[in-house]
Every structure is written in C-alpha cells, then in structure tokens.
C-alpha cells in the first residue's frame, strides 16, 4: 500500500475508458437515436475539482458518443478520444501530443482492449466489476463499480496523496 | 434521538439538493436532448401531502434540468433552484426572500457542494450513500440512497413527528 | 396459506396499480417530453397468458402515461384508467361499469393511495418494496420488487391454483 | 461438468433471446417512441471476438425492436429474428435456411416461449434470472442476470473451451 500510495503523488493525468468506468457499460439503444449512456453526478464533481486543480483528464473509448464527449469536455476533460479501435495507437499518439510521461499516468478500464494500455501505465486501476483479465494486471481495483463512482474514488485518492483534496478547493 | 425528533416538530421548511438525493446521481446523455433523470414517485407523493399541510418545498442545485423542475412545481415546490454554483450565496439568498428561520429549515444533501449549507440548518440529513465528509456533519443519514425513497423517508418522518401523517390525509 | 390459495382460486379479475407495481417507482424526466417508465417483459407475458385464459385486467393510476396505456391495451388489458386522483370513486365505477364482484378481484398496489381499494377487494398484495401501511393490510406481500416481475408473481400464482398456468398454454 | 465442457466443445452457433438475456426484462417506454431497450457493452464486446473467430450468432425474439437489431447487425450477428411468436417454427426455418446441426447451437433464452427450442438445441443454458421452469430444464445456468453479462459468460466459456479466447485475438 505504501507503494500504492506512493505511485499516485506521481499522477497528474488521468485517462479513463468509457463504456463501464464512467458508464456501467449499459448502452440504452433507441430506433432513431445514438444510444443513451448514463454518467455518474459524483464522478463528475471529482472531475470539475481536478481539472481546476490542473490534472490533464482524457477519455480513450472504443465505444462512440457525442453527447458524453459534450459533457466531459464541459466538466474540464483536455480531450475526448472515441471510436478508437486500437487503443494502443490512440495511446501512443497521446503521449507525444500532450508530451505526457507514462509514470505520471493514472489509467481505468474494465475490459479486454484496455488491456495493452494498462500494462505500460503508471498506475493501472479498473472498477469492481471489470473483466478478470484486467483486475490481474490492476494496482488496484476500486471497490465501486463501472458508472457508480469508480471514478470519482480514484480521483479523490490521487487528489488525497497530493494534498489537493481539501475542503477549500470543493 | 429524543433530541432528533424534537428537532424534526420545528421542521416547516424542506431544501433538497437533486442529483444524488431527488435522482440516483446518474445524468442519462443523449445527443440533442437535455440529460434524462429519474425521479421517484414515492417521494412526490410525500411532496405533495407535505405541500397540501402547508409545508415549503424548495430545491437547491448545482446541475440544471427544466423537466425536473416543472414536475416538483407540479408537485407544489414553492421554488426549485437550478444551475446554483455557489450554493452559500443562493442559500442567504432564500433565507431573506422567504423569511426562513434556520432552525425550522431541513436539507437533505449528497455531496460536497452541500456541506457549507448542511452546517448551517437546523436538521442536516443525507441519503445512505453520501459522500463521507458529508454523512460526517448530518444528524441523521437515511436507510435509503438516493432517488431510492431517501427524501420520502425524511418528509415523512417530519410530518410524523408533528402529527401531520395520518390516514385522513392521504 | 390454505385460506390464501383459497382465495386464489376465487380470482377472474387483476387491478394493478402503474407506478411502483408494473414499474419500479422510477419517472425518468425529459425535457419536452412525456416522463419515460420502465415495463417488465416478464410482467407482460404472464398478462398475456392470463388474457388469452379469460382472466380481466386493469390498470387504477393516479399517474399517466399514454405510452402505458397503449403498450399494455396490446397486452390484453379491458381498460386501462389513469390520472385517478380518486381512487376509490374510479374503483367504484370499476364495479359497475364492468360488473366485478369484489370477492374475484385481486388488486396489487404499493402506496398510500392504494389503501381505501385493497381494503375492499378479495385478495389485497403488493410489492415487495410496498409503504409499510400497505404492507400491513395486504394478504400477501411478492418477494418481487415493483417492475421486477411481482405483477407476474402473482398472476402465475393465480393461474396455477386454478390450473390455468399449463406447458399447453405458453 | 467435464460432460458440459465436451458439449462446449462443439458449439459454433449461438442463438439468443432479447428480452431478459440480452436485456434485462426491462423495456422502457416513451409517447411516440419504439421502446427503448438496454444492451450490455461486455456482451457486445465478445459478440465481435466470437463473429471474428467464425461464430454464428443468431437472435430470436417474440418482441421486435429495430434499435437492437441494427446494433446486433453491426456486432457481426449472421442474422437477427424478430416478432416471432412461433419460436419453434422459426427455429426450424433457421435449421434448414442455414444448415445448422443442432448438437453445435447452444440456446440462452429466459422465459417460457424459450422452452420448446431450449429441448432441442445441443447447450440448453440461461441466465441467474430465467423462469423456474426454463431452469430446470438448461444444462447451465449463468451467474449473470440478464443484461448483466449473461451472453458474455456463456460465449467466452465456449471460446475458452475450443482455444479461442486468446490475448492474441482481444
């Protein structure tokens, strides 16, 4: 843990998947319309404290949603990535685009194309209910799930290590 | 708890936050359209047994949503707050516009926008799956999360506490 | 339990109460539309065994919804009355209107509105999230949720003690 | 169980019900609106490794809803049967249309129309939530709900029996 703990001063970028991290990895689909996804209020207020506190937050998505990249761009995301079938490629283009160093880099992702990323990160994390494949090669697995706060515990977390976590920045 | 319920007889005035107390904190997106959020018709009909004994009704919110708030105006809410990024401020606010007494006010609140006003009513409560720093300041947490019955859990034992829950009015 | 089995038998006739019995209690709100509730596809094949046998269904709200209505007409619904701010006087109406015996009717309600009818019919249930007062005046009590499969609870049950519920019949 | 993983072992056709399997049961309904329906991000995500490795994947539904159908389509499904309130008879279509041997087709479905094909197919399986009776006649029941990640369990069991499920084909 102390090891754990130590890692997370290092972050200052988070990059989180979409579908079940910020989601719950339902897609409510509609004839007509882009599926709907849910997003989580505590998630977001985590974000909007981090962002103000200078954190670079990216999403990297499989998955494709405009209304999900509007919202995080509002709440302080520095980029929104989706419909990227190879994340590895998306990934190495992010560090060179935003000169970013792999230990200073928080990922969380629950399933099997997050895979590749995981392993090369500073700190690997995933929620509750990711694939077992990806709890294995995790630091740590929060004890909340996809789309209930997984999110926001891991922010607050890193934001804690770092003394940014402090009732005059809420 | 004798001190809890005498409390809750001075309690005429009920502010509830929304995302994460009236809804489960989840924000459904959906391209072109203003966020889904749920509601909970067990607690509308408290608010509106509450409104019809003469009860105040207010919202105070961070997150903005039209539909929600034409269904508590509905539902006889005397004003809904939406879009309040500075809480404190909209809450002196009300406490002049409306003649409130602090000691007769009520809020129910998830998160840490909340905390400057929960320390400052007269009846701090939270739904069962606040924020820590939250739950640490309310007198009473409910059994219920939010948008699962936490704010008909309070409105009713309010309106128990003072005689107003009874069958006749139903 | 005799007794109640009893009673089943005795059965023709379902009331259902719409929010918190056919749905889980749960209004998602939008914008300039309609709320949006959530049906349970296990709840509508047991209505439709049930209308094909003969048996009558209705549905007593003091909620509304059109979406409702229509889908649940299709499933072999008689009539459907919503926005019944008076229960009882509609349940009344009900009586004559469709010449019911109070004795074959089962109702399932979960909430205070509901009171004044369950306290008339033959066979009185309700969820397993039901208010407490209902709870303490329904014979029996579904260890199904509202909008988690107690409308088909007890329509199977109803069936099978009248042994309507057949391998033939599905 | 080593008599079940022999079954496993031949199965290279997958056919699914929708409602409680790939959903949850839930249909969510709105004025104007087909239904909107939930699908689940880690079963559409084995679907796609499954439909790369040569699978036949197939849905069979008595509900109809064009929104699943064209994300199914998409998720690499050969074909995709809606409104048929004659299962059986659809089934047998299916058999001669394209040429499946019914010891190679494993079943997920979770309600009583699911039982005549559920009798006939090779793996008779479905989700922690079916009816009693489809239970008691599946050969493996999932630990998964419906929605929750039922289809991925059961697809990923099949590609790990025959060698599929590798990091090479993530």
Not at 55 to 66: H, I, M, P, R, W
Request: charged share 25%; net charge negative; glycine share 8%.
């Amino acid at each position: 843990m102390e090891n754990f703990k130590t890692k997370l001063t290092r972050v200052n970028t988070f990059i989180f998947d979409m579908d079940g991290v910020l989601t719950n990895g339902t897609i409510w689909v509609m004839h007509g319309h882009d599926p709907i996804r849910n997003l989580n209020s505590k998630d977001g207020y985590a974000f909007q404290l981090a962002a103000k506190k200078g954190y670079k937050l990216f999403l990297l998505s499989g998955g494709n949603s405009v209304a999900v990249k509007e919202i995080l761009l509002r709440s302080g995301f520095t980029e929104v990535y989706m419909a990227q079938h190879d994340k590895d490629a998306c990934y190495q283009k992010m560090l060179t685009d935003h000169n970013l160093k792999q230990e200073e880099i928080l990922y969380m992702g629950d399933d099997l194309p997050d895979h590749c990323v995981l392993k090369q990160v500073g700190v690997a994390t995933c929620p509750a209910d990711a694939a077992p494949e990806i709890k294995d090669i995790c630091i740590y697995t929060s004890q909340k799930k996809g789309g209930e706060g997984c999110a926001r515990d891991i922010v607050e977390q890193v934001m804690r290590a770092r003394g940014d976590w402090e009732i005059a920045n809420w």
